[in-house]
Every structure is written in C-alpha cells, then in structure tokens.
C-alpha cells in the first residue's frame, strides 16, 4: 500500500513564504503530484515531479526527492486566496496508474 | 474543452431512490476515474476506467454501479444508498502512458442521502 504523511494546517502571513512537506512510502512510484482545493470545490492541478529536483511554476515550486521519500510545495509572495487544502497525491502505476492523496495541508494566509 | 463536467452539483436522495451520477469530457482522455470525497477528508479512489474498460474497484460496496458507455461518458449509478455515503462525488480523467499527466477533475456531485 502507500502511506502518505503531510502536515494538517499551516498559517503564514500575506507576502510571506510557506513550504509544505510531504513524504511517501510506497511502490510503483512513478510522479508526484500537488493539487490545490478550495473549500466546496474540486482540486486544481499545481505541480508534477517525477525527477529529482526544483520545478518552478510562477509563485509555486515543488521539489522531488526520490530516495528519501520526499518532496515539498514551496508558495511565495503569498496571497489571501493561497488560502486552501494543499494536497500531496503519489502515481502508482501497478498495471494501471493510479492517483493516491494525502490527508491534505490545510493553509490559512492571514494579513 | 478542458473541463469535466458533472451532472447534477446536488442531489438529495432517499435511502430506497435509484439515481446517476454523470461525468463527461471532450479532451480525448482515455482513463476515467470515480472518486468519494468526506468533508475535511482526501478524495479517495473508487473506480477506474481504460479505454472504457473497468481496471480498479476499490472494494468499492455493490450499491455503487459504474458505467462507461464510451470515452467521452461516465457513469455512477446509485441504488440503496445509506446515510454514510453523503459525500462529494468527483469525476476525473487523464491521458494514459507516462508523463506529467496530472488528473483533471469534474466541480464534483455533492450527494446526501437522507
């Protein structure tokens, strides 16, 4: 199975920076993923890791460690409407690929 | 068109109602997934389908019924649901292969059965 570990909430401030970390224990990894969701709606792609490394999108980054499990979702310049569940979501592909989330990262942006 | 639609956003149903979900999309992808959502709580994987093909059930109970009738449609037929089963229902899909092929998902059904 996957475990998938990412902390419940996080606050920051307007203009700040937050990381989000998440971290994985699974087989058939193949990408990780991180989707943001606003209350009531559904979740909006963000990023996609497969390698190791930075990938930078604008105010988003997510990086991608893969022997230590690990990656983390990097928001700068932080705006009140960053205000969301960030979720941390690992492709398994068994055969067929499949999307699995963490419990999700509640963020509350604050002025 | 880069969008999944979801039809109804809400639906009320009873405990003895028989009810469908409907999902559908004009991106070409050719996996189709269902996915429950509680509040507070990670969408949790249901059902897959490939090329219209039913790969995963995720011992999902029998009273939910999928239903691919092409690759652009996606059903979830209900049928005796319980009070549990209020939830968000989302639709997805996705290209199939490798790469950076990120899930996009339906605005989702919010079902309560009563």
């Known amino acids: 199975g996957q475990n998938i570990d990412q902390p419940t909430e996080m606050t920051a401030t307007e203009g700040a920076i937050v990381q989000i970390n998440c971290t994985y224990q699974t087989s058939g990894f193949n990408g990780l993923f991180w989707y943001q969701q606003h209350a009531g709606e559904a979740p909006t792609f963000l990023s996609y890791n497969v390698l190791d490394g930075l990938e930078e999108k604008g105010r988003f980054s997510s990086f991608l460690s893969r022997s230590k499990g690990y990656s983390y979702l990097l928001l700068k310049e932080l705006q009140m409407k960053d205000s969301a569940s960030y979720l941390c979501?690992?492709?398994?592909?068994?055969?067929?690929?499949?999307?699995?989330f963490g419990k999700g990262t509640m963020l509350l942006v604050s002025p | 068109d880069t969008e999944v639609t979801q039809t109804p956003k809400h639906l009320v149903m009873g405990m003895t109602n028989k009810k469908s979900l409907k999902c559908e999309q004009h991106?070409?992808?050719?996996?189709m997934y269902w996915y429950k959502q509680k509040a507070k709580k990670p969408p949790e994987l249901m059902f897959v389908y490939s090329y219209e093909k039913l790969s995963i059930n995720e011992s999902v109970p029998s009273r939910f019924s999928p239903e691919c009738p092409n690759s652009s449609l996606l059903n979830l037929h209900l049928h005796a649901l319980q009070p549990e089963d209020s939830a968000l229902y989302l639709c997805?899909?996705?290209?199939?292969?490798?790469?950076?092929?990120?899930?996009?998902f339906g605005s989702g059904t919010r079902l309560t059965v009563v």
């Open positions: 997805a899909s996705s290209q199939t292969g490798q790469g950076g092929y990120g899930y996009t």
């Open positions: 979501a690992v492709r398994v592909d068994s055969g067929y690929s499949t999307l699995t």
């Open positions: 991106m070409g992808h050719r996996a």
